[in-house]
């Protein structure tokens, strides 16, 4: 029996590519209804959304039914590009996003990547302490977001010491900010997100990330940029998962440069191996003397050696 999915039950938003995520067309892309922006950073298994994105002084998306995330877009679209993975923004989103089947959901997890980070935005104020929430959006799961919110703590407080000289102020700022990954301390623990859930059923490595007001909005400024506090939050974010993830968020692409030490390595050891073996043999490499023949298989064998200690080097 074909089951069809009622219409209203598919959530569809028109799907929007943009080769850059630093160009006015991404700004002007932004400010559409109902899109789904899609950048590639890289190859990188990642995928960082922003479902519920309106432009700053938007207050709510889904016709009024919700509030607006304001410019998670600009942290989101930061994080993807640091750990070379995918940005997918849901703009002005008609219904939300994380909550229905459709588009959102076909793009982000349905496309399986092996980790998913989802940003959102919460008001602040006494209600909420923790300027940065980080959830896996199960009780169960609290160690593993505990784990990354220590992580994003630490990076907090390197970069703070690192620009305590030339910004005093928000270095100050980044040192003060509290942190949590706890399921039962946190506010928004991203429970009700289909997004969040059926990551997790399907083995995709999943956090739902909440930053305060602080770090999206300026108080002044352009509409397409977030404040520096949010800049270096979102640095601290991709340094933090990819210590937590190497292997996928450090994973060296297979760009020729990257292999070109591999080839050496595999290639030297093997010629210098031959031309030693040869020599064992009695076999006579074209025109060289045994004795030559013996320093050439030796310089090809330290070389290969070398090259694998470089390749593996690089690799890690
Ligand atoms: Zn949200």
Avoid: W
Wanted: glycine letters at 8%; proline letters at 3%.
């Amino acid at each position: 029996m074909v089951k069809i999915m009622p219409k209203n039950k598919y959530f569809k938003m028109k799907v929007n590519r943009q080769d850059s995520a630093y160009s006015n067309e991404f700004h002007d892309a932004l400010k559409k209804r109902n899109n789904l922006i899609e950048t590639k950073f890289g190859a990188n298994e990642i995928i960082v959304a922003a479902p519920h994105n309106a432009p700053k002084g938007e207050n709510t998306i889904a016709k009024g039914k919700r509030p607006a995330d304001n410019n998670t877009a600009y942290v989101a679209r930061n994080i993807a590009d640091h750990c070379r993975g995918q940005l997918i923004v849901a703009t002005r989103a008609n219904r939300d996003p994380n909550k229905l089947e459709g588009t959102y959901l076909k793009h982000t997890i349905d496309t399986s990547p092996e980790i998913f980070v989802e940003i959102h935005g919460h008001k602040g104020g006494k209600k909420r302490p923790f300027g940065v929430e980080v959830s896996c959006g199960s009780k169960n799961l609290s160690s593993y977001s505990e784990h990354l919110a220590k992580k994003i703590k630490n990076q907090l407080k390197n970069i703070s010491s690192k620009i305590k000289n030339q910004e005093p102020e928000i270095a100050s700022k980044l040192k003060k900010l509290r942190v949590s990954g706890n399921y039962d301390r946190i506010t928004l623990t991203g429970q009700d997100s289909k997004s969040i859930k059926n990551a997790r059923s399907k083995g995709i490595i999943a956090y739902h990330i909440e930053l305060g007001p602080a770090m999206r909005i300026s108080t002044q400024g352009t509409e397409k940029s977030i404040p520096k506090l949010g800049v270096y939050v979102s640095q601290a974010i991709s340094a933090a998962l990819a210590k937590t993830h190497k292997k996928i968020i450090c994973k060296k692409s297979n760009r020729l440069e990257n292999l070109v030490p591999g080839i050496l390595a595999v290639g030297g050891l093997v010629a210098g191996l031959a031309f030693l073996s040869f020599n064992i043999t009695g076999n006579v490499v074209s025109n060289l003397s045994q004795k030559n023949s013996n320093i050439v298989g030796v310089v090809l064998f330290v070389l290969g050696i070398m090259a694998s200690f470089f390749y593996f080097k690089g690799r890690k």
